[in-house]
């Protein structure tokens, strides 16, 4: 073998083993990373289909967040009303209780759930439909 193609050859092992060293150490991060339990649990309740539903992200403090298409629809938790979408506040509740959100506007049939509260941020999103 000519020592040109020598020196080929001993590059392409010499970065074959860079590459094989490189990707051990990648493996073994990502490895460890998926081990480890996720910072932030988010839990999805299945929109129905009128694209509504309620997401919940575990974290410290609790947030409400309401949307609603179509935007500037009126909010109201627990019967009081407290704006228009997009919506969002600091969450007062006990641990546990259930409080309802209502989302309305004229010309529409209104949404309503119940939002258990808890640690973390609550979306609540609805898709209003026309009255009939």
Known sequence: MSAPNRRAMLRLAAALLSFAATTAVAISVVSRRLARPSESKEIIIAPTAAAEGLTF???????LIVDSVPEGSRVLVGGTAVGA????????CEPGAAVEVRVERPGFKAFSTSAPCQDGTTRVSATLTKAK
């Open 85 to 92: 979408t997009p919506w969002s506040s600091d969450w007062k």
């Open 57 to 63: 992200i575990a974290g410290p403090g609790r947030v």
